[in-house]
């Protein structure tokens, strides 16, 4: 019954492989998200997706694609990883229109690029 | 100036004390304000919302000053189960922005 869920939890590879992240919430929401945070811990949110239609791009690299089949899946695929990719990386999904923004996160993805 | 800023600690604070935090953002058009807790390699989760009139939920105490832009964040009666780090997060529109967080060390 977990709300957001992300796989894998862990991610190890080498650079220049490709790789995706799955993320599913069963909350109803309408809005989903992709943040990455660093090592030194500042969460910067990547993109934003709202019914399944793209509605935030921050400035990430275009190696980064997020895919959005239905409106409770938001998938990250990476292309070309490099070094700087390693992070933890979060799904977030939020019913802005009910006028709370609460984000309710998954438990992250622990990438490490060799 | 960052959108978000928080002074990042460490607070180190012996159990019962009271410790405040304090975070600055620099855009007059944001709309909400929420404090998340973030526990060692786990998720962010909500804390509280921040209004101006101010809210409390038992040791917790936000409060919102439109006007110098900041919002602010009492701890009562430290627990050392409090200790994590502490999120700002400013939201405009669909765009939330989260400070870089303060960490927490409440000690026996």
């Known amino acids: 019954d977990t709300a957001v869920s992300q796989t894998p939890k862990y991610l190890v590879t080498q650079m220049g492989n490709d790789k995706s992240i799955k993320c599913e919430q069963n909350l109803g929401h309408d809005t989903m998200y992709w943040y990455k945070q660093d090592s030194k811990k500042f969460l910067k949110i990547m993109f934003s997706y709202n019914n399944k239609e793209l509605i935030i791009n921050e400035t990430v690299p275009n190696r980064f694609s997020p895919k959005s089949p239905d409106k409770a899946h938001l998938n990250l695929h990476i292309n070309s990883l490099e070094l700087g990719d390693s992070a933890v990386y979060f799904c977030?999904?939020?019913?802005?229109?009910?006028?709370?923004?609460?984000?309710?996160f998954g438990p992250g993805t622990r990438l490490t690029v060799l | 100036r960052k959108e978000v800023e928080q002074d990042p600690g460490p607070f180190n604070v012996p159990e019962g004390a009271t410790v405040a935090f304090n975070c600055t953002y620099s855009n007059s058009a944001s709309q909400s304000f929420f404090w998340y807790r973030q526990d060692c390699r786990k998720e962010p989760k909500l804390l509280m919302s921040?209004?101006?009139s101010g809210n409390e939920d038992g040791r917790f105490t936000a409060q919102l000053n439109r006007a110098s832009q900041y919002i602010s964040l009492l701890i009562r009666d430290s627990k050392l189960s409090d200790s994590a780090t502490y999120l700002c997060v400013v939201t405009r529109g669909d765009i939330p922005t989260f400070g870089r967080g303060t960490s927490l060390i409440v000690h026996p």
């Open positions: 977030a999904s939020s019913h802005p229109w009910t006028g709370t923004d609460t984000q309710y």
């Open positions: 921040v209004y101006s």
